[in-house]
C-alpha cells in the first residue's frame, strides 16, 4: 500500500501562487510516477500533470501549461505542484496520486481545497 498525503492548498487572489506538497508513504515506486489532479464543483475529474519517478520526465494538461510545474524531492518521497498565476477557474480540490505502470493510477490522497478569488 501507500499512503499519500496532501497539504498546501488554501484561499488566493488570482494571479497568485500556491504551493501543493504531496508526500508519499508506504510501498514507494523505484520507477512509475506520480501526479495531480483536480475536481471542480459540478464538474468530473481532470489530469492536470505528471512526473515519471525515476527520470523525472513531466507531462502537463494544456490549461496549465506555462503556470505550473511539477517536482519531485526522490530523498523525501515527496511531489510539489507549483501553481502560478493562479485563475478562479483554477478553483477545485487538487488531488495526488501514484500509479506503479501506466495507464491505471493505483493510489490517491485525500485531496486539499484550492479557492481562487477573482
Known amino acids: 500500500q501507500v499512503q499519500l498525503v496532501e497539504s498546501g492548498g488554501g484561499l488566493v487572489q488570482a494571479g497568485g501562487s500556491l504551493r501543493l506538497s504531496c508526500a508519499a508513504s508506504g510501498r514507494t515506486f523505484s520507477s512509475g510516477a506520480m501526479g495531480w489532479f483536480r475536481r471542480a464543483p459540478g464538474k468530473e475529474r481532470e489530469f492536470v500533470a505528471r512526473i515519471t519517478w525515476s527520470g523525472g520526465s513531466t507531462f502537463y494538461a494544456d490549461f496549465v501549461k506555462g503556470r505550473f510545474t511539477i517536482s519531485r524531492d526522490k530523498a523525501k518521497n515527496t511531489v510539489y505542484l507549483q501553481m502560478d498565476s493562479l485563475k478562479p477557474e483554477d478553483t477545485a480540490v487538487y488531488y495526488c496520486?501514484?500509479?506503479?505502470?501506466?495507464?491505471?493510477?493505483?493510489?490517491w490522497g485525500q485531496g486539499t481545497q484550492v479557492t481562487v478569488s477573482s
Open positions: 496520486s501514484a500509479r506503479a505502470r501506466a495507464p491505471t493510477w493505483d493510489y
